[in-house]
């Protein structure tokens, strides 16, 4: 029978290898549209060839859309990943899979091959948060699913990749300035008009500074170049209404729950006038000789905490600014590359970060705060990274089967320390701090091959080993099959595993009113497995592909028994009298499948460019409690983005429109928060227009403006005090969406301005 | 260099004079510097990439490692091999100018490893622009060497004179 079962295969084997005989090789429109991609093997090699599904938006797109920030390039322009905001920092999930409160730490973001994520937690941010001069930007890579085979620990949904521009695309100094506004909503999400009470005060406003200087020259009969950006943004509302959420009375004094100065007693809501704000200064600077690399960054993401939501605090006093977050980064990369024979290629590299991050927050209500501080209280959070690691890497390259071999040693050395402070409102008293600190470290080699036996025939294998004083030891292996069977055709076959080591912040941290640390706690692990066929055709592409993932060992809180809570009160790890008592655990499995597809394409020679992509995906979590799986919440199960863009003529502008679009989802709160009806966030469809050029009266000075509007008009986070149901508060409250908003941005290049000065 | 393999064998295609310079077999010389091992490793690079495709430019083809000695006598090894493509390794860039000069007057294309051995008069090069595969003409340099590019191919590349 055996014999039998591998009938279909074989035929498929033959009929492949039949039609690759036959297969005529990519015409050169269809090469010049494939994009090169670097991040799915350390090194520079086609979408089409790479062992990964990844899409790449470009700086032209960028620019065309009118794109101004990580989440808007995400959500307008990539297959399979989608961002959701709870109106400070967004939230990053693909391909169905989006965990909630993860600040990020399932997809690894590098820029030029640096990793972001800090070595508290893991988090990134994927926005403007991200902290990367956006104009230096010459492409992004997104792949999609497990990468940890190159790149460790956080690769679990995926790698973004920032590549910022050489100098000789961003010669010469160019200065930025870009100014938006949002327009305010009422409480029902309507959008407000020019007409009504205040309209202009509570408008939205941000702008943006930015400058770049890009120049090459020889230092020491060395090819050199250095390319700098400096980024500044700031946006301050629109003014949000919110509530009335009926909460009641204080369970500790009795009387109505005290929501500070701006607040009415008793009830969460009202108008939201100082308590959005953002903050982002960023600055990027490289340089290279020969093949020596060296790059600095640094940024800080300063952001107020609107209102409760369960991610950042689940209370605060109403529109209070104090209730803040903010993050620094200062990351540093040096590299070498050695050719050391005919066949052998070793790059040294060596990296450095300090992360610094923060969190502020005060309630007056004495229900919110510590037995002792029953006036109310102020919080504050501080976390603080350094890591410091090397990399070999040694590419052979053999003379038989096109093969070439990576190897590669990744070594780092962490430490972290958080400490949260709590005090009265008058800074006179104190709760005992309570605080951690840990020094961790990683050994890691990692090994992947490949082959090209034959044009029409790629294998990859790879396979890494992370030994981490934090967990242990962790395999990711991935192997891939690249097979083109016709002219244009390229069919993938990929299986890969990835991990999230646990962070050193779900390790330590423990409260003793309701938190014990973790014990054993072991890293998160998914497997994948996904196919897809893709299809060229001059300067069109199609890709269809489907994919399987299964997660385990997801990091949640696991209620403690009585007797575990005895155990930890005698132990002195947990006050007396506590009932509800949790520990970071490796509880939650995930089940997801689904498929995604894609469709590029340009006309009239070029000047019409067009694209969709679509992700349609089934996700249920196990929360490991014996319940049965349910829907994961928050993340969009179906959902992509379409877009078109024409050149009219080149002295006129560029117009763009795009859209994203999303499923209903769940909110945070859908299982947990005892509402009625279950809390879930509408379809979401948002549109964006956009127009850009240079102005030929004013060589050097380019243009670009837009709107965006969104016809949803909530979120799927519930925010306010009332984050579970009660008597007083049975319907959930989501967090509003900027529904309605416009920018414009002027650019000016000198380098453009002098050349066209010479060559009138 | 898979990449550049297929771009150059497709490119040829454009080239009006290209059947005539190849007649029935393409010859490609690959022109490394042999004391420079980045320059070797490009060059067997490329040579098992071009290996790999059947044809370039509807021809059979095969590829010769050629170290680079001096401008003239790379000139001299042309005139006497006839190849239809050069194809210049790592490390050249401070001899891509004398070899530009040297092809001048011979039926040859030349083809740079990166964009600034176009600039320096390499007929056809490669660039990455935003993630992309760009393709780089010297214009002036190709006249000179008896390339005669289809305007549809221009339009694709990116053109210097």
């Known amino acids: 029978m055996k014999r039998f079962r591998l009938l279909p295969g074989l035929c498929w084997l033959a009929c492949s290898i039949g039609i690759a005989r036959a297969a005529e090789p990519s015409s050169l429109e269809e090469l010049l549209g494939q994009s090169i991609v670097s991040t799915p093997s350390k090194g520079d090699e086609t979408d089409t060839s790479a062992p990964a599904t990844s899409s790449v938006i470009t700086a032209e797109q960028l620019r065309r859309f009118g794109i101004r920030s990580l989440d808007e390039a995400i959500d307008y322009l990539s297959l399979g990943m989608a961002t959701s905001s709870p109106l400070h920092a967004v939230e990053i999930g693909a391909r169905g899979v989006l965990i909630d409160g993860d600040y990020g730490n399932h997809v690894l973001l590098l820029v030029d091959g640096h990793a972001l994520n800090e070595p508290w937690n893991g988090t990134a941010y994927f926005e403007r948060g991200a902290g990367v001069p956006f104009d230096l930007i010459d492409h992004i890579e997104v792949m999609l699913g497990p990468g940890s085979v190159l790149y460790g620990s956080q690769a679990m949904l995926g790698v973004i990749h920032i590549v910022t521009k050489r100098a000789k695309d961003a010669t010469g100094l160019r200065l930025i300035v870009e100014g938006d506004t949002t327009v305010p909503a009422r409480r029902d999400g309507a959008l407000r008009g020019p007409a009504s009470a205040h309209f202009g005060r509570d408008l939205g406003a941000g702008y943006r500074l930015a400058g770049s200087y890009g120049r090459e020259f020889v230092l020491g009969h060395l090819p050199s170049e250095l390319t700098l950006g400096l980024d500044y943004y700031e946006n301050h509302g629109p003014t949000w209404h919110v509530g009335p959420q009926a909460y009641g009375d204080d369970f500790v004094t009795g009387a109505p729950k005290d929501f500070g100065p701006r607040g009415i007693p008793g009830v969460w809501g009202g108008v939201l006038r100082k308590a959005d704000s953002l903050q982002v200064p960023a600055g990027y600077l490289r340089f290279s000789s020969g093949d020596f690399k060296a790059a600095l960054r640094a940024s800080a993401f300063q952001r107020s905490s609107a209102f409760p939501d369960g991610l950042v605090a689940t209370s605060a006093d109403f529109d209070d600014p104090f209730n803040r977050e903010s993050d620094r980064f200062l990351n540093l990369d040096l590299s070498q590359r050695i050719a050391a024979s005919s066949r052998l290629e070793l790059i040294l590299h060596g990296y450095a970060d300090l992360y610094d991050y923060h969190w502020h927050n005060r309630t007056r209500a004495a229900e919110d705060c510590p037995e002792e501080l029953s006036n109310g209280c102020e919080r504050a959070l501080k976390g603080v990274g350094r890591s410091l690691g090397g990399e070999l890497r040694a590419i052979v390259q053999w003379p038989l089967l096109r093969a070439s071999t990576l190897l590669g040693l990744d070594a780092k050395l962490g430490n972290v320390e958080h400490q949260l402070d709590i005090q009265s409102l008058t800074g006179l008293e104190h709760a005992a701090p309570r605080g951690g600190e840990r020094t961790d470290g990683l050994v890691a080699p990692y090994v992947a091959q490949s082959f090209s036996p034959a044009s029409w025939l790629d294998l990859n294998l790879g396979l890494r080993l992370d030994h981490d004083t934090r967990f242990g030891n962790k395999l990711s292996p991935r192997s891939a099959l690249g097979v083109t069977p016709w002219g244009g055709g390229r069919l993938k076959l990929i299986y890969a595993e990835a991990f999230r080591a646990p962070s050193p912040y779900e390790i330590t941290y423990g409260d003793p009113n309701s938190e014990l640390p973790a014990t054993g706690l072991g890293p998160e692990s998914v497997r994948s497995v996904e196919g897809s066929v893709e299809q060229r055709f001059g300067s069109h592409r199609l890709l269809f592909g489907l994919f399987r993932s299964w997660w385990s060992g997801m990091v949640g809180t696991e209620a403690l028994s009585p007797e575990e809570i005895e155990a930890g009160v005698a132990r002195g790890d947990l006050v007396a009298g506590v009932t509800d008592v949790a520990r970071y655990s490796n509880v939650e499995r995930i089940d997801n499948y689904g498929l995604n597809a894609a469709y590029d394409g340009a006309a009239l020679d070029g000047r019409l460019r067009f694209g969709l992509n679509v992700t349609a995906a089934t996700s249920r979590v196990d929360a490991g409690d014996g319940s049965s799986s349910q829907v994961l919440a928050v993340a969009p199960q179906t959902f992509g983005n379409a877009r078109a863009s024409y050149e009219i003529a080149p002295a006129w502008p560029t117009v763009a429109a795009a859209l994203r679009f999303s499923d209903r989802r769940l909110a945070n709160r859908a299982y947990d928060g005892g509402f009625s009806p279950t809390p879930s966030a509408p379809p979401l469809l948002a549109l964006r227009l956009a127009a850009s050029g240079t102005l030929s009266s004013l060589p050097g000075l380019g243009y670009r403006v837009g709107a965006e509007y969104s016809f949803a008009k909530v979120e799927p986070y519930v925010i306010g005090a009332a984050q579970y149901a009660n008597d007083n508060v049975t319907q959930a409250e989501l967090a509003p969406i900027p529904r309605l908003g416009g920018f414009i941005g002027l650019e000016y290049s000198f380098e453009a301005a002098r050349g066209a000065a010479l060559d009138p | ?161």
Do not use: T
């Open chain 2, 1 to 161: 260099m898979r990449l550049q393999a297929a771009l150059l064998a497709r490119a040829v295609e454009y080239d009006r004079a290209f059947a005539a310079r190849a007649r029935a077999r393409v010859l490609v010389f690959i022109l490394v510097r042999p004391e420079d091992s980045d320059s070797v490793r490009v060059g067997e690079q490329i040579r098992l990439e071009l290996g790999a495709i059947a044809q370039i430019g509807g021809l059979p083809h095969s590829e010769e490692i050629v170290p680079y000695g001096s401008a003239r006598e790379l000139a001299e090894r042309i005139a006497k091999q006839a190849p239809a493509i050069l194809y210049l390794s790592a490390g050249l860039g401070a001899n891509v100018e004398p070899i530009a000069r040297a092809l001048e007057g011979l039926s040859i294309l030349s083809v740079g490893v990166s964009a600034s051995y176009v600039a320096k008069g390499a007929v056809l090069g490669f660039d990455a622009e935003s993630g992309r595969p760009q393709l780089l003409v010297h214009l002036g340099q190709a006249r000179r060497q008896q390339v005669e590019f289809r305007s549809e191919f221009l339009k694709l590349a990116k053109v210097s004179q």
